[in-house]
């Protein structure tokens, strides 16, 4: 591994573990076991660095998702299967207040993570177009707009201090945002697909409680 390989792998789990804000170049390096001065050789400021460990979680997460879809079943099955992998990142991480921080001390960031919206909203509506062939999801509905409208609803969920504020859980509002917006344009045939789905989900989740309990 490299030197900027190892100083992105240091540094990426620190901005998740304790958030943009709170790391400084000093605590980098101190974790990596270089020296500040080789540090700032490799990355000219810590703006550069957070880009760069943003830069490559989304390409990871690209990678994860590229292979579940290309490995799944159905439609159906690959949504389930992204739905809990991002829901084990947000296990592991403060996403709500890692996301509010980016947003306020790097605006130009969060711009262009919001342009890559774009990209989200026409791939999740061509799979949703899938999904209607395959008898999972309504005929009548378009896809794309269905596939904005669940964007949406989660931006509002990472930029929402209202969930703090009613004491929800972060987790369980993206449940229910994510099995409302499926029930919602699903087929009879969908919606039994999804049942046994959360029945299957609940049941790893319990055995997971009583093997760490």
Known sequence: MDNKEHILNEAGKMLRRIGPSAMTMDMVARSC???KRTLYEVFADKKTLILDCLMRDHQQHE???KQIFETADNCFDALFKAYMKVRHDMESNASIAFTREIKRMYPDVHS????????????LGEMLHKAQDEGHVIKHIDT?????LFLSTMRGLHESERIEAYGFNE???????FMNFLRGIATVEGIEFIDNHVREMREELNNKDKKYN
Not at 112 to 123: P, Y
Not at 144 to 148: K, L, N, V
Not at 171 to 177: K, L, P, W
């Open 33 to 35: 076991g270089i020296s």
């Open 171 to 177: 987790v369980d509002v993206f449940d229910g945002a």
């Open 144 to 148: 794309e707009i269905a596939a904005f």
């Open 63 to 65: 990678t994860e998702f």
């Open 112 to 123: 262009e993570h919001e342009r890559n919206e774009k990209h989200f909203v026409k791939g």
